[in-house]
C-alpha cells in the first residue's frame, strides 16, 4: 500500500526538518522496519500510527541513535544524517521520551533531568543552579509540587513519567518525540500535556507523538503516519479530518471500530457477593474502603492518577499489608498480606507495571503466561512443557499477540504485545476473581476489542473482575458498575449506566496529580508477602 | 571430641626441669604470637609453646592470635606491646615484614625471641631459635640418595608446600643440592599447601604426570595425610616416600611399615617450648644451666633427624598431632 | 458505542523471517555450551601437543580425564548447589566452609564409632541446617545473600576449628574412603556421585517446578511474587539444597583426603562462583544452566591438570590462568548475538 | 471517546508539605549510616565493658583507636575504589591482588633506586594500567565483571610472584617508610593519607558529574546510555580509579610492612567488598556511599581489635565474627522502613 497524496495542513513542504525513506531494520527472526517513510515539519505534531508490533518504537529508537538501521535515508534538516549514538541524536537537536521510563531510581528528580548533561564547572555539579533549573522546568510542565530532591524511585509512576518529560524539555530540542506519554496519564494530565506541546510547537519545535488512542491524535495531531508491519501504509493524513474507520483499517487491514461488548443490560447482582471488602485502610495511601464484587460481575474504578486505586486492589491481593479492615472471598476470610492465600482462593492480580512486576523479560512468551500455573500443568511436581505450550497458546491467539510464536522471549516483544502477555495470564482459567490494574496500557485499539471481549466473555462464566482504569469510557463501557476514588476514599459508587463521563470527571477533578499521594505521609505500611 | 588416635595420644613436648636455671625466679609475663593454627605443625607449636609456660609458676603467657596475614600480626603485636610484656615469643607471618615491630619492641625494652622464621635485622631479637630447612632437604635427599645410588635415570618427586614462603625454597635447596652430589635430579614438582585437601590434589595429579616413580619427598607430614590417600586411591606402591616436620600419624605408618612412607625428617615443633624456655630465662636475666655463658645464645639452630623404622620409637613421644 | 461490524479479515502472514534451529528457545544456552565445549576441545589438544605421552595414548587420556573428573567432583558437586542459588539471584559463599564443617562433623570419632550411615547423615544434615540458617536470614531477615553467607562462611570455619581444635581427624571408616579407592566400570565412585548430582539437578533445574520457580525469583522476583510463587519459602528452600550440596561434597573430600579438617574447601567457594559464571550463569539471576556449570569445573581442572602434567611454575600457572579465562569466556560470548543485551556493566 | 473537558489549569500554588528532616534527600543514607554509627558504639561499649583499662583511659583510647584507623588504612583506601565500581554496578576482585603487584613493583631494587618519586609513581601507574586493563575488558571486551577482575586477580598475584621470585622485598626507602612510622599532630600519615582519599571519594561521588553518572550507570545502565552518558567510557574510568586506589593502598602497605611481596593484600577483596556491602552499598549497583564504606571498614577493623584486645581464640573470634556481622545488618536494616524494596533474594 502506499500513501495518498499528503493534504498539507498550515505548514509548507520548506518546513520539513526530518524525512525518512525506505528505512529497514531487522532483529533475529523479525523484520521490525520494513521500509518506512516518514515526513515531519517544523512545528508540527506529526502523530505515529500502528498496532501493538508495527514497529513505531523502533522507529524512534532509530531517530534518537538507540538503534542503527540497516539501511534508508534520513534526512535531518535538509542534510543526510546517521545517528550513531544517543549523544550525536541529542547534539542534533532530537530529544526522545521513550516508551519504558528511563530514570535513574537513585538520583533525584533534578540530578534525572539534567542526566548527562549536568550544568557544572570543572566536572563540580552546580547544584543550585540545578536545582533552580529543575525547579523552572516542573513549574512549566504545571508540576511545582513535585520535590526536585526527592529520589525519582519514591515517585508515584505518574510523576515519574512527569520528570521523564521534564528531561526531554532540559534539552534544546528542534524535535521531541513522544512514544506512548499518556499511557500512564490521567484526563487532566493529558490536558495539560497537550497545553505544553501546543507551547512547543508554537516554537517552530516538531513533535512525533505516538498514542493508542484516536480520541488524544484528533485532539493534538495535524498529521498522522500509519505503520503496518513495519511498512508506512498511509502517510501525512490529516489528524483532525480522517474518519476513524479509514485510520483503523489503515492500520490492521481490516475494519473495526473502537467498541465495548455490548453489557447485558439490568443486569442484578444480589445475593453473596464473591468479593467482600471492609473498611480496608493503608494509612497514607487510602482509608476504609469497602466494595464488593458478584460472581459474574465487573466492577470498575476510576479516579485520578495517585488516588490509590492500585494500592486498593494490591491490598486486596495481599501484595501490600493493609493496616485495616477484611478481605473475604467467597464467605472465606483471607489472611492479610499474603498473596499466596489469595491465589490459592483463586484470585489473579494484572498489575500496573509489567516491566518490575510483571514480566520475566528473558523468559520466553509462554512461560510469561503460565507462571502463575504452570503447577497446574505438571505432574508429581514434573512439569509439562508442551501442555504449557499449547494452552499459552490459545490464550495468545484470543488477544492476537504478535509474533505469534510463544518460544520468544518476551523482551524482545513490543510494549502493547507484553501487555497482552500479563493479561494473558489470568485468563488461563481456574481464577475466581480478576483484579485488573489498567489491563489496556499501551494495547491497540484492535486488541482492545478482542481483550474487552475476553473480559466480558470470563464475566459471562461467573468470574468476579475488579478492573481498575484511567480512562473513564473504559471504566463505563466496560463495567457494570463503577466505584469513583479520590485522594484514597470511594467518593462515589453507581451503576455505570446511571453515570456518565462528565459526572465522573467532575467527581474526580476536585484535586490535582499528587493530592491523593500524598508524599509526606511517614505511617507507611510495609510489603509483605 | 576430637579424634584422638587408638594408643597414647601425643602429649606437648615440655620439658620438665632440673637444671639449676629451671629455679623458680621473679615472675615474668611473656607475651606469644604465631600464625593461626590451621596447620598441624603451627597447632603444635602453640600448643607447645602454652604447655611449657603452665610448667613454670613464675611465667605468665599472654598469647594472641595472629590472623591471617603479616598486616594483621602486626595489629596484634601493637596491641601486645601496649601491653608491656617482658618477652614476647614471635613465630613471625613473614620474618621480613615482621622485622620493623620486633625492633619496636626491642625498643620498648622487650626481649623478642624470635621463632623459626628469621627476622631480616637480627638487632630485631634478643635470641633466634629455629628449624634447619635446609638442612631438612639435606636429610631427605641422603636417605633418597642412598637408596637409590647409581641408578641415575631414576624418578624422583617433590611435593613441597608453599611455594611463596623462604623455608620451601632453602627445603627445596638442600634437597636438590644433596640429591645433585649423588647424580641425582627432581623430575616432577607440585606444591601442596601444607593441607590434606590440597595435598591429595596434587599428589593425584602427580603421580598422573608420572606414571613411575622411585622415591618422593613430601615436606610435610599435614598435608602428607593426602598425599598418601591420592597413593592408596591410585594403587601405587612401587616407590617409597619421605615425609617432613614429623607427625605421629607419619611416624605410625613408618613403624607399622603399611604405607609407602618409610622416614620422615624432622622439623620439630618443640622448638616453641625451648623458645619460652629462652625468653623466661632471659627475662629473668639467666643463662642455660650446662652452659658456661651467663647469657642464652643469640642464635640456637636445631638439627634436623631422620626418623625410618628403626629409630622411630626412639621419636614416637615427640611425633605431634596433625 | 456498537459492536464490531465487519468480519475480520485474514491478517498479513507477520514478517518473521525465518528461523533456524539456533535461535529457538533455549539455543542460547545451546551455543553457550557449545562454546565452552569447544574450548575443551583446545583444552585437550593443548594437552596433546604439550604431552603427547599422556594425550595421545588411550590408556593414559582415559586415566588421565579420570583423574580430573575425580578431582572437579567436589567441587562439582557445589557448584551444582550454587547454580541453583545464582539462578535464584543469590549466592552462597559459605559453601566452602560448610564443606569444612560437615567433614569436620562427620568424623569426630564419635560420629564415626556408628559407622557410615552416621557419617553421611551427619554431613547432609550439617549441610542441611546450615542452609536453612542461611536461606531463613536471607528471606525472613531480609540479609543480603553476600552478606549473610559470608557471616555464615566466617562462622562455619570458626565451628569447624573448634569442634576438631584444628587438628586432621583421620578417617577410618572403610566404606566411606572406599568412595574415592573403589571402582565401578573403572570409574572411581566419588565420581559416579558427582555425575549423579549432575543428573539430579538438571532434572530438577528443567524438568520440576521447583527449577522453574528458581528461574523465576532469579529473573523478576516481585513479578514471581504477584504470580503466587512463594517467593521466602523457594529462597529457602534453595539454600537448603546448597547445603545438602556441601554436605555430599564433604563425604567426597573425606573419602579423597580420608580426613575431615577445618581446611578442607578452602576458597571453593570462588571456585564454583567462579565456574557457574564461566558456564553462563548470571550473577544476576534468572540464567543459567546446569551443564554449563558441569563444563564450567571441568575446564578449570584440566587447565590446572594440564599445568601440573607440564610442571609449570606456580606463577607462570596463575599468569597463564587468568589468561585462558578471559579468552575462554571471549570464544563463548562471540557465539552468542549479543546486541539486545545491555551495554557493559550493567 | 469524549474530547477534553476545560482548558484545566487549576494547580494549586505548590503546596509545602511538612516533611520530617529524614524524609528528605538522602535521608535513607543518612540513617543507615546512623545506624552504623550506632553499631560502632556498641562495639566500643563492649571494649569498655571487657578491656577498660584500655577503653575507659582516654589515653589508651586515644593510642588504640588510631591503630584501629591505622590498620584499617590500606583496605580502607581499597574499599573507596570499590565503592565506586560496585555502585556502577561492577565488581572488583583484583584489588588485593593489585594492592600486591604494585607493592613488588614499587619495591624492585631498580625502583627504589630511583627514589621515593619514583616508587610512588610506579605503584598507582601499575593500579592504573590493571584497573585499564579491567575497564577495558569490561567495557569493550563485555566480559562480566566477576570474570574479568577474576582473571586479573589471578595473573596480577602470578606476575607478583614471578617479579618477587616470591622474595619479601625490603624498602629501604625513609620517605615511604615513614608514612607508617611519623605522626602529624599525633595522627600516622598512613591514616592521613586514607583519610584523604576518603575524602576525596566523597567529594567525587557526590559533588561532581563523574559521580552522578557513577549512580546512573548502576541504577539503569541502559537509562544512562539513552541519557546520552558514555556508559563504557565511565566503566573504563571506574576500573581505573579502582586501580589507582590499590596503587595508593600498596604504598600503605609497603610502608607499614616495610616490604613489598606478593602475600601483600590476601583475600582484601573480600574484606572489601564486606565492608561496603555492611555501609550499604548494594551488590547491584545504583546506591552506596561513601562515609557507609568507612564505616563499614571500621566497624570490622574495630571487631578484630576487640578479639585481640580480648585475646580471643581464632576459633572462637570467627564463629561471633560471623554473627556480629548479621547483627550489625540487621540493626541497620530496622532504622531504615523498607516497604518499596522488593522482598528476600532479589
Ligand atoms: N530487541 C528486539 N529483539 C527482537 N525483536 C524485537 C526487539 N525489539 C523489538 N522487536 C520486534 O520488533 C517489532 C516492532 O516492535 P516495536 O516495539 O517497534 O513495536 P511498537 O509499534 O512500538 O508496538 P507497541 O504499540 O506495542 O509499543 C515487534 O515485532 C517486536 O517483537
Ligand atoms: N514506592 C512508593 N513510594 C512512595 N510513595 C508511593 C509509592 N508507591 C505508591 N506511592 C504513593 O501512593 C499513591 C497512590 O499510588 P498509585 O500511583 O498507584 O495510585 P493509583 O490511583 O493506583 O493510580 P494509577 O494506578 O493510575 O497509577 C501515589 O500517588 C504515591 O504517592
Ligand atoms: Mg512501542
Ligand atoms: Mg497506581
Redesign the pocket.
Known amino acids: 500500500m502506499t500513501a495518498p497524496p499528503a493534504q498539507p495542513p498550515e505548514t509548507s513542504p520548506e518546513d520539513v526538518v526530518l524525512r525518512l525513506t525506505d528505512v529497514v531494520k531487522t532483529f533475529p527472526g523479525v523484520r521490525a522496519l520494513d521500509g518506512v517513510q516518514l515526513e515531519v515539519r517544523a512545528g508540527e505534531v506529526h502523530c505515529l500510527l500502528g498496532q501493538n508490533g508495527a514497529g513505531k518504537s523502533t522507529l524512534i529508537k532509530i531517530l534518537s541513535g538507540a538503534h542503527t538501521p540497516d539501511s534508508g535515508e534520513i534526512l535531518w534538516q535538509g542534510q543526510a544524517a546517521s545517528f550513531g549514538s544517543p549523544q550525536v541524536a541529542m547534539k542534533a537537536g532530537i530529544a526522545t521520551i521513550y516508551q519504558e521510563l528511563d530514570l535513574v531510581d537513585g538520583l533525584s528528580v533534578a540530578e534525572n533531568l539534567y542526566l548527562g548533561h549536568e550544568p557544572n564547572s570543572v566536572g563540580f555539579v552546580a547544584r543550585r543552579q540545578m536545582r533552580r533549573g529543575a525547579a523552572a522546568i516542573l513549574q512549566r510542565l504545571g508540576h511545582p509540587e513535585i520535590p526536585v530532591g526527592r529520589e525519582v ?7 515519574k513519567q512527569i520528570v521523564s518529560m521534564g528531561r526531554a524539555l532540559s534539552r534544546e530540542a528542534r524535535l521531541l518525540i513522544m512514544d506512548e506519554p499518556s499511557a ?1 496519564l ?1 484526563h487532566d494530565e493529558v490536558q495539560n500535556l497537550f497545553r505544553i506541546v501546543r507551547g512547543l510547537t508554537a516554537q517552530g519545535i516538531a513533535v512525533i507523538y505516538i498514542s493508542h488512542r484516536l480520541d488524544e491524535i484528533r485532539e493534538i495531531g495535524d498529521r498522522v503516519t500509519v505503520l503496518k508491519d513495519g511498512r508506512t501504509t498511509a502517510a501525512n493524513l490529516d489528524a483532525k479530518s480522517t474518519p476513524n474507520r479509514e485510520l483503523v483499517s489503515r492500520m490492521t487491514g481490516r475494519t473495526i471500530e473502537y467498541v465495548f461488548p455490548v453489557r447485558p443490560a439490568a443486569r442484578a447482582f444480589d445475593g453473596e457477593p464473591l468479593l467482600r471488602v471492609e473498611g480496608l485502610t493503608l494509612p ?2 487510602f482509608a476504609d474502603v469497602s466494595l464488593n464484587v458478584h460472581g459474574g460481575e465487573i466492577v470498575g474504578i476510576t ?9 486498593v ?1 494490591e491490598s486486596i491481593y495481599g501484595a501490600r499489608r493493609p493496616s485495616a479492615g477484611t478481605v473475604e472471598l467467597a464467605g472465606r476470610r483471607l489472611r492479610r498480606g499474603s498473596v499466596n492465600a489469595a491465589v490459592r482462593s483463586g484470585i489473579g492480580m494484572a498489575p ?1 507495571e509489567r516491566k518490575s512486576q510483571a514480566l520475566l523479560l528473558a523468559e520466553p512468551i509462554y512461560r510469561n503466561v503460565t507462571l502463575a500455573g504452570f503447577a497446574r500443568y505438571a505432574r508429581a511436581g514434573f512439569t509439562d512443557a508442551g501442555r504449557e505450550r499449547d494452552a499459552a497458546e490459545e490464550v495468545t491467539r484470543g488477544l492476537d499477540l504478535r509474533p505469534a510464536d510463544v518460544r520468544r522471549p518476551v523482551r524482545t516483544l513490543s510494549g502493547g504485545n507484553q501487555q497482552k502477555v500479563v493479561v494473558g495470564r489470568w485468563l488461563l482459567g481456574e481464577t475466581k476473581l480478576l483484579l485488573l ?2 489491563p489496556t496500557r499501551g494495547v491497540d485499539v484492535g486488541a482492545r476489542a478482542e481483550l474487552y471481549q475476553v473480559i466480558r466473555r470470563l464475566a459471562d462464566e461467573g468470574v468476579g473482575v475488579l478492573l ?1 482504569s ?1 480512562e473513564v469510557p473504559e471504566v463505563l463501557g466496560l463495567s457494570d458498575r463503577v466505584l469513583v ?1 479520590r485522594e484514597g476514599r470511594v467518593v462515589r459508587e453507581a451503576l455505570a449506566d446511571e453515570l456518565d463521563e462528565d459526572t465522573v470527571l467532575d467527581l474526580v477533578m476536585a484535586g490535582s496529580l ?1 493530592d ?4 509526606s505521609s511517614d505511617a ?1 505500611e510495609g510489603t509483605a508477602a | 571430641t576430637s579424634n584422638e588416635t587408638k594408643d597414647n595420644p601425643p602429649a606437648a613436648n615440655v620439658k620438665e626441669g632440673n637444671a639449676a636455671s629451671e629455679a623458680p625466679g621473679k615472675p615474668v609475663t611473656i607475651g606469644f604470637s604465631a600464625p593461626a593454627a590451621d596447620h598441624g605443625w603451627i597447632g603444635a607449636i602453640t600448643a607447645n609453646a602454652k604447655a611449657q609456660a603452665a610448667k613454670f609458676s613464675d611465667v605468665t603467657l599472654k598469647a594472641v592470635d595472629a590472623g591471617k596475614d603479616a598486616p594483621a600480626q602486626i595489629a596484634a603485636l601493637e596491641t601486645l606491646i601496649a601491653s608491656k610484656p617482658d618477652a614476647i615469643v614471635l613465630l613471625p607471618q613473614d620474618g621480613a615484614q615482621l622485622t620493623a615491630i620486633g625492633k619496636k619492641a626491642m625498643d620498648a625494652g622487650i626481649i623478642v625471641i624470635n621463632l623459626d622464621r628469621e627476622f631480616s635485622d637480627s638487632a630485631a631479637s634478643f635470641c633466634l631459635i629455629k628449624g634447619d630447612n635446609y638442612g631438612m632437604g639435606v636429610a631427605a635427599g641422603h636417605y633418597i640418595g642412598e637408596k637409590l645410588k647409581g641408578k641415575t635415570d631414576a624418578v624422583i618427586g617433590e611435593i613441597p608446600g608453599i611455594d611463596e614462603l623462604q623455608l620451601t625454597k632453602d627445603r627445596s635447596k638442600g634437597f636438590a643440592d644433596t640429591l645433585k652430589t649423588y647424580g641425582l635430579s627432581v623430575k616432577h614438582r607440585v606444591a601442596a599447601g601444607f593441607t590434606v585437601q590440597t595435598g591429595q590434589a596434587a599428589a593425584a595429579n602427580l603421580l598422573q604426570a608420572a606414571p613411575k616413580l622411585d622415591a618422593v619427598w613430601n615436606h610435610d607430614d599435614d598435608q602428607g595425610v593426602g598425599v598418601l590417600a591420592a597413593i592408596q586411591q591410585a594403587g601405587r606402591k612401587e616407590f617409597f616416600m619421605v615425609g617432613g616436620a614429623g607427625s605421629r600419624d607419619a611416624m605410625d605408618h613408618i613403624k607399622a611399615g603399611d604405607t609407602v612412607l618409610t622416614s620422615t625428617v624432622t622439623y620439630p615443633p618443640s622448638m616453641a617450648s625451648s623458645a619460652i624456655i629462652l625468653a623466661r630465662l632471659a627475662a629473668q636475666g639467666k643463662g642455660m644451666g650446662d652452659l658456661v655463658e651467663l647469657q642464652v645464645p643469640k642464635l640456637i639452630v636445631l638439627q634436623s633427624e631422620t626418623i625410618t623404622k628403626d629409630n622411630v620409637d626412639k621419636y614416637l613421644p615427640l611425633g605431634f598431632k596433625s | 458505542m456498537s459492536t464490531a461490524t465487519e468480519p475480520v479479515d485474514v491478517h498479513d502472514p507477520p514478517r518473521v523471517t525465518t528461523q533456524s534451529w539456533w535461535q529457538r528457545e533455549g539455543a542460547d544456552n545451546a551455543k553457550r555450551n557449545l562454546a565452552l565445549l569447544g574450548v575443551m576441545v583446545v583444552l585437550l589438544i593443548i594437552g596433546m601437543v604439550t604431552a603427547p605421552d599422556i594425550f595421545l595414548d588411550g590408556k593414559n587420556l582415559w586415566n588421565n580425564e579420570v583423574t580430573v573428573l575425580t578431582q572437579a567432583s567436589s567441587i562439582g558437586v557445589l557448584t551444582v548447589g550454587m547454580t541453583f542459588v545464582m539462578i535464584s539471584g543469590g549466592i552462597d559463599l559459605s559453601v566452602g566452609a560448610l564443606l569444612a564443617l560437615a567433614s569436620v562433623w562427620c568424623t569426630t570419632v564419635a560420629t564415626q564409632s556408628y559407622g557410615a550411615g552416621a557419617m553421611i547423615f551427619a554431613a547432609i544434615a550439617v549441610g542441611a541446617v546450615a542452609g536453612l540458617i542461611n536461606g531463613s536470614l536471607i528471606a525472613y531477615g531480609k540479609l543480603v545473600p553476600f552478606i549473610a553467607t559470608l557471616a555464615m562462611m566466617l562462622s562455619a570455619r570458626g565451628l569447624a576449628q573448634s569442634i576438631s581444635g584444628s587438628h586432621t581427624q583421620i578417617n577410618r571408616d572403610a566404606f566411606i574412603n572406599g568412595f574415592a579407592l573403589n571402582k565401578v566400570a573403572g570409574i572411581p565412585i566419588v565420581v559416579l556421585i558427582f555425575l549423579a548430582v549432575v543428573a539430579v539437578g538438571w532434572v530438577l533445574l528443567n524438568r520440576t517446578t521447583f527449577g522453574r520457580r528458581t528461574i523465576a525469583i532469579g529473573g523478576n522476583a516481585e513479578a514471581a511474587r504477584l504470580a503466587g510463587i512463594n517467593v521466602r519459602l523457594q529462597t529457602v528452600a534453595l539454600y537448603v539444597l546448597s547445603g545438602v550440596c556441601c554436605g555430599i561434597a564433604a563425604l567426597i573430600v573425606v573419602s579423597q583426603a580420608q580426613s575431615g579438617s577445618n581446611t578442607h574447601g578452602d576458597l571453593y567457594e570462588l571456585n564454583a562462583i567462579a565456574a557457574a559464571i564461566i558456564g553462563g550463569t548470571a550473577l544476576t539471576g534468572g540464567r543459567g544452566t546446569i551443564i554449563g556449570s558441569l563444563l564450567g569445573v571441568l575446564i578449570f581442572t584440566q587447565i590446572t591438570n594440564l599445568f601440573i602434567i607440564n610442571n609449570l611454575q606456580l606463577d607462570l600457572q596463575r599468569i597463564i590462568n587468568g589468561g585462558i579465562i578471559v579468552v575462554a569466556v571471549l570464544i563463548q560470548q562471540f557465539r552468542v548475538t549479543s546486541f539486545w543485551r545491555k551495554p557493559a556493566s550493567s
Open positions: 524511585g519514591k515517585l508515584p509512576a505518574a510523576a500512564v490521567a497514607g495511601r479516579g485520578l492518577v495517585g488516588s490509590g486505586r492500585s494500592e486492589l500496573e490494574d489498567e481498575v484511567s476514588m499528587l491523593g499521594a500524598d508524599l507507611v
